[in-house]
Structures are given as C-alpha cells and as structure tokens.
C-alpha cells in the first residue's frame, strides 16, 4: 500500500513538472513567435518598403542619377531578395542603367561560417549605357566624383596593415539577356555607338579566398549584331588564377575600324576578322599569361590608304594564322603556319618619288622616343617563331609616275610559300615564289636567304616576259621604243651582305627573243633580231664583272638612217641631257689600267644578220644594204693583255660579197687591232648618189671592190683602204654645190687603165673619238682630192700610174726638139714611148699636141742653115754679125719658115707616136702651133702636150 501511494505521489510530481515545462515551452515560444512574426514583417514589408524608397535616395546622393524600383521583394526566411522594373537617369535625363528583374539568394549558413556567400544573383535583362567621353574618362566615375567630391580626412589614423578583405563565395551568377550600349565620344564629333545585345555571364563557385581543386567557371557571351565574343573557362581570385577560351566572331571592319582609328594610317573598308584563343594567367610576385592555340582568320580584308581612294590598295580573300601562342613570362611568341588566299595590293609612286604606302605612314607616324614603352630588363631576348607562310592567287599593281609616262605594272597568281621564322635571324629561311606578269611572262625563285646578316640564296628563272612592259622606264634614259621582244633568264643568284659593300654572283643563261625597237612616232624598225643568247652569264655585283661565255645573234637587223639634216637615228636613241662640267673637262689619265667595270665575251656568234643604210641628205636619197652577216668574234674584253679575233662574212647590196677579220686587243686600252674589210663586186651604181653630191655626175655602170686595213690604237685610227674601180662610167652631170671644181672625167681617166679600172689606195689617220671624225666621209674625200690632184697635175698622175721612173710630171708633158729642126733632142723619144704606153692603156685619153717654135732659136738655127747653104761662113766674127744683123732686121727669113716648123714638129710628135708606138689615131690632136716656146737648160725648144678625155 505504502508502495503503491509512493507510485501514486511520484507519478503527480512528474505531472506538475510536466505542466511546468509546458507553461515555460509555450511562455518560450509566444516571444519567438512574436519576433518572427516581426522578423517576417520587417523582412516581407519593411525591408522592400525601404529599399524602395532609400534606394533612389542612395543613387541620387551617391551618382547623382534618377532611379526608380518597383517591387522590391525579400524573403527573410529564405535570404533571397527580388527587384523589378530598376531604371536610372542622369543628369542630363538620358537613361543609364535599368534592368526588368534582380534576384539575389544569400546563404545563411556561410553566414555562420564568417562568409558571405550567394547562392544566386541573377539579372534578366539589364540595360547599360557605357560612355567613353572625350578625355577618356569613363561616365560612371564622372558621374561619382561629381557625387562625391573628395575631401582629405586628417581624422583618420594610419595603420601599418590593412585589414583582411571578407570572404565572399557566389555559387551561381547569372545576367541574362543583357544589353550594353558603348558610346565612344574620345575621337571627336559624332559618338560612335555600339550596342551590345543580348548580352548572357554565367559564374559558378567563385570564391574570394584560397581553396584546393576548387575554381570557379564562367560563360560569357555577348553579340554586336553578327558579331560575337564567347569567353568560357575557370576562374580562381585568391591567387589569382584563370584558364580557359577566348574566341570573337564576324567582328566588322567598321567596328575595328573606330578602335584601331587612332593607331592605324589607312582606312579598313571592309572584312571581318575571328580570333580563338586558349589562354591561362595566373597573378602573384610576376604576371604570367600564356596563350596556346590560337586561330586568327580575317575575310574579306579591303584597306585604302586614304578616305578619298576609290579603290582599295590592299585586299584579300581570306588570311589565316593558326597555332597562335604567347608566353609571357618565357618571353616567348609562337606562330603557326600563315595562310594568305587572293591578296590584291597597288603601289603609287607619284611624281616626287614618293611611294603612298611610305607617305602614308610618314604622315600618319607617331614620336617613337614618347611612346614606346622602356626595354625589359630581364635581360633575355624575346624569342619568337613562324611555321610558315603560304600566299596562293596573288596580285600587285604597280603605278610608277615618275617617268614621263606612267609606269604601270601588274603581276598576277602570286604564289609563295616560305618555311620557318624565328629570332634566330641567322638561320636560312627557305622560300618558293612564282608569278604571272599581266601583260605576259612567268617569274619563278627559289631557295634560302638568311635575314641578318642578309644572304640570299635562289634559283631564279622567267620566261616571256615582255619588253615593252617597261618602255615608260626606257623612255626616260633614251628616245627609243620597245615595240616588241620577250625576256627569259635561268640561274642562280647569290647575295651576301655580311661586310660592306654588298656582294653577290649570278650565274646562268638569258635570252630577249623577238626583239623589235625604233624611234618614238617614226614607226620604222631601229634594231630586232629573232633571239640573243647568253650562255652561260656570270655576273659579279662588287667588283663588277660581267663574263658571257657565248653570245648568240640570230636574225639580227639594224636600220641606220641618215635624216636630212645630217643626223643618224643612232645618234637620237641617246638623249641630250647635259653634261657636267665635271663630265666634259679633261682629265689627268689614270695610273690604274684595270677598268672600274670588267667585262669579257668569250665568243659572240651572228646569224643570218642584215643592215640597212640610208641616207637622206643625197638627192635622190642613197639606200643599200648588208645581208646574210654570219660570222664571229672571240675574245671580247677590256682586260689587257687580250687578243680577240673576228670573222664575219656577207653581202652588201644583195650581190656584193664582204669579209671583216682581223684581230682585237683589250677594249678601251692601248692594245692595237688590227681588222681588215674586203668587199668584191659591188655595183658602182648604188654609190651613185655619192658621186653626184662630190663628182658632179651620177654613175651609170661599174663595180667596186675594197680592201680595208685598219690598226686602232686607243681611239687613234691608222687605215690604209685599197678601192679598185671597174669600168666606171659617168652617167648625167648633177647640180651640186659640193660636187669639185675640177674636170673629173679627165682625173678618172688618168686613172684608168687599158682594162678600165682604177686602183688607189687611200690612206687615212684620225681619232675616232672626234665627234667630226668619219671613215667614210674621208675614204671619200681622200679619192675626191685624188681625182683633182689628177685632173690639175695629169702627166704626173699619168707618170705614177704607168711606173714611168725617171721622168718628172713637166719632163712627160712636154718634148725638145733641136733648135731649126724636127730633130728630136736626146733621150726625147725615150719619153715619147713612155707616153706612147701610157696613152695605150688609157684609150680614153686625147693628146693634144701644139707645135711651137722658140722665136730666137729656132730663127737663128734656120739662119744658119740658110747661110750655109749659100755657102757663107757661119763662124767666128761672120756669124756674130749675121745674128747681129738678123736682130737688127737687116737680115730675115722666110715668113712662113717658123710656122711651118712649128707644124712639122706637131705632125712628127704625131707619126712617132702613131707610126712608131702604135698610138691610136683618134687619141691624138693637132693644135694651133704656138710661136713662143720656151728654150730648155740645153738650148733645145720643148713642144708642149695637153691631156684630154673624151
């Protein structure tokens, strides 16, 4: 019983302490509800009501912008707060910032762990405006330094650390379907603007402090139109750490355009560019970034180098550059293979010599010293590479309006592939080029070349390039026309500029086939041939020497025309610009032989060549020809010691064979060369015009034949020229002021011979290097001086010409006769053979004989005779008398006497000759004796002849 009562009194004490608790659980909770109640209101009324109406008070004082919420909510409970519908204005009332809803999740328990953490910020649609104004400051912090202006607090005290900055953890940030408007006022003018639209960022697991294997990852997208940014990788703040992929899209030449503006000279008109990257960086005692596999592609490129071109100058299809790396503290940059498809580019050289691309950055150029930025003082040099570049579908446009006419030169297919660059600029590259000219022809090269220090290794080679493409060029340094001709090349070029000055060799094979040329608006051909070949060449850039081994000249044709007022077409190919004063005084000669310049021809071989002269300051105008010229000429040079040869064969005037040979020493040296010129057969005819102009009479019949012995020494000509005339004929006589005064008939008869030819030799000296020296003119005149010398002094030339030794130019034109008598004196009739045979030979000479009487002599030797035969005594003091008395009057002869013997003697001269030395009757002619002969040293009376022609 007493159990079951202490049972009893137990169980009503755990009652009463039942209630107890349960009074004190409900009294507990009574008071928490109330302040959660008040918590919930606080945080589900108050807060939003609040925050509503503080927070454009806040904007207003802190930005000095008009801002509007609406809907502002908060959810105590859950740490979330909501906004919708935010918008603010400026201060000038442009909107700047709004966005359509704003939720923010805070996580309590990070909270309780000292960290601020989200769970979740999200933005739907916010609308930025971004302006960078024209001192390039940024609107929002224009806009908060207006707000708050700063104010220097001496209350503050210093303190040596700075506080740890808290903790913040956001698992998730989102903006979604953002929009950015930039407005670009730095350049002056109109604002540029760009909207960016939509606009998205994902950001999960950021945190602000370290954390092991934990990094945040982030998305971000933005479009400009079809222009596009994705940027994605993982981010770490505390160390500063980010990896991942960059990449722009479709980005518009008129957006880079206005952000490149201030650095870049020309002017992007059009093309889009994509860039892909990946990258890592990373923050602490250095920077790093380091970027790998990176892909640049540019399409559609189009610059002009100035906003009034109409044309681009510098155009592609499509460019790009793959395996773009970057390491930074490596100091190192890598570059994979370089692809460029169809680039257009066109240069202007103007007037002045100045190219657009070179004047364009003069102008557009920026003061270097003021803003590079100071040399790194790691002390390693920046390595960089290149895979490679490969450009394919070419083009260049070349203008060059220096020459009086413009130059303009295109090449198209342009291909080129080029092996791999780097900082080691001492390494060979290795290179392949081939291109098309526009306007015909193919150039090729390939090799190796090292940039510093420059050498150049290639094997190049072209092939129908034509000529006429560079006339402008030609035009400039001389007055001739490039009608035709087409230049091939094959070899190998070596350059090497490792020391001063440059030097290089190239060594191969060339050719200009169909080769056309003549003077500007005269329309006939200057010089062509079918094709001239060097094989092999070798040229030396420093000493210049230029060697040819063999130089072949197929067809060549040269027309050489005399104009009337005595000037040759040759002649006008070099222009008269001028010369120096340093160019035309003399100067010392030099001590050095060996030329600045060397050159040497092994053999040059003619083929089939001609060469027409005419000259028209003849009437009727002279016009003949060289044909089939074929020949050679070894050992070209101007190297002493050299000794050439030559040998060429042809025919001048279709009919007439010539032959030039001899010998050549070193051109432009004192070495002689000795050449010799035959010719055979000519028709004299085709000279015809030159006889009219100095003989007076044209041509009708003959032939020529030459033998030309030259010796040049220096520009010192020594010739002896051997012309052998062939039964020349004079045709009608022509008006010519500079025909001679002189009877040419007669000299060309003296020098004939009795098979009608006539063989001189004319010797002519001079320096070739007189501007007024010409062979031909003297050859000329040297037979003209013959023919008067001849004509003025007959019996001399016919002495000459017949090897009359022993009897002087008077003694032939004259014979003695003794005194009163047809007597010949002696050895007369030694010269009357002598006469006799020279008057054979040239059966076109006339004698003319005049029988003459000395007054004196003759009258005394017929006194005499007179007196003896009467038998008077014609000695001692009788015959002193009788010819006292004779000159007194006292005492005369016959009055026909004299004349009679002056006509006997005439007519004996004429038998002699015609019965004794067979002289032809109609070479000989009686004239009207003379009566006043002259009386020679012996007393003898000399009878005169005269020489005529027919």
Known sequence: MAEKEAENSQVASQRVVSRRKSHLVRNLLIP??????????????????????????????????????????????????????????????????????????????????????????????????????????????RDWRSANPEKEDTTRPETAESSNPPRLYFQ??????????????????????????????????????????????????????????????????????????????????????HFLAPYLPWQLRDGTVTLESRYELAGGDHFELITSGGNLTIKQLALALSPSDEQPALATEAVAIQGIGFDLTAREATVGMVSIQQPSLAATRNAKGEVDWQSSLATAGTDQSETSEPASDSGEPFRWSVQGVELSGGQVRWRDQVPETDAEIAVNNLAMTMGGLSHRLDEPVSYDISAELGSGGRVTAMGQLTPAPFTFEGALSGSDILLPVIQPYVAD????????????????????????????????????????????????????????????????????????????????????????????????????????????????????????????????????????????????????????????????????????????????????????DGTLGALGTEEPSNLKLTMKDMALPVLSPYFGRYLGYSVDSGKLELALDYQIIGTRLEASNEVILDRMQLGSAVASEQAINAPVKLGLALLTDRDGVIEVNLPIQGDMSDPEFSVGQIVMRAFVNLLVKAAASPFSMLGSLAEMAGFS????????????????????????SALAKALRERPELLLNIRGAVAPEADALALLKAQMQARGETVTGEAWEQAQQAWRDGERSLPPEAL?????????????????THEVSDSQLFLLDPARDAPVDEQGNVMVRFTLDVR
């Not at 006997?904 to 015609?914: F, K, M, Y």
């Open 32 to 141: 928490l509800g109330v302040l959660l109640g008040l918590y919930a209101l606080a945080g589900f009324l108050v807060l939003p009501w609040w925050l509503e109406r503080s927070l454009p008070e806040q904007m207003d004082q802190r930005m000095g912008w008009q801002a509007e919420v609406e809907n502002v909510r908060f959810n105590p409970f859950a740490f979330s707060l909501e906004a919708d519908a935010f918008s603010a204005k400026d201060t000038t009332g442009e909107p700047v910032t709004s966005f359509d809803h704003l939720r923010v999740n805070l996580s309590f328990l990070s909270l309780l762990r000292g960290i601020i953490g989200f769970e979740e910020i999200r933005l739907v649609e916010p609308d930025v405006r971004l302006d960078l104004l024209q001192d390039h400051d940024i609107n929002f912090a």
């Open 172 to 257: 998730q940030v989102t903006i979604d379907g953002g929009e950015l408007l930039f407005r670009d006022f730095s350049q002056g003018g109109d604002p540029a603007e760009f909207r960016v639209a939509p606009l998205d960022l994902t950001l999960n697991d950021l945190a602000t402090w370290p954390r092991d294997g934990s990094d945040s990852q982030y998305s971000v997208m933005a479009a400009l139109g079809e222009q596009v940014i994705e940027w994605e990788g993982d981010l770490s703040v505390t160390p500063l750490y980010s990896a991942g992929r960059l990449r722009l899209s479709g980005l518009r030449h008129d957006t880079l355009a």
């Open 477 to 660: 340094a001389a007055n001739l026309e490039l009608v035709d001709g087409r230049l091939g090349f094959d070899g190998n070029l070596d350059l090497d500029g490792q020391d001063e000055p440059l030097t290089g060799t190239f060594s191969g094979t060339a050719e200009i086939a169909g080769l056309a040329t003549r003077l500007p608006g005269n329309g006939g051909e200057l010089v062509s041939w079918e094709l001239l070949r060097l094989a092999p060449v070798e040229f030396n850039l420093n000493p210049a020497r230029l060697e040819i081994g063999t130089v072949t000249l197929n067809s060549p044709a040269v027309n050489v025309i005399r104009a009337a007022d005595g000037l040759h077409n040759l002649q006008q190919i070099i222009q008269d610009g001028g010369a120096s004063e340093a160019e035309t005084s003399p100067t010392a000669p030099s001590e050095v032989s060996e030329p600045g310049f060397i050159f040497r021809i092994g053999e040059l071989v003619v083929e089939q060549g001609s060469m027409a002269y005419t000259d028209r300051t003849l009437e009727p105008p002279f016009s003949t020809a060289f044909q089939e010229l074929t020949g050679s000429v070894t050992g070209f040079s101007n190297v002493p010691p050299q000794q050439g040869r030559v040998a060429i064969s042809g025919q001048l005037a279709g009919v007439a064979p010539v032959r030039f």
């Open 809 to 832: 130019s008077e003694e032939l034109g004259q014979v003695s006769f003794v005194p009163g008598s047809v007597q010949l004196a002696d050895n007369e009739a030694e010269k009357l």
């Open 899 to 915: 004349g009679r013997l002056a006509s006997e003697r005439g007519v004996t001269v004429r038998q002699v000759l015609t019965a």
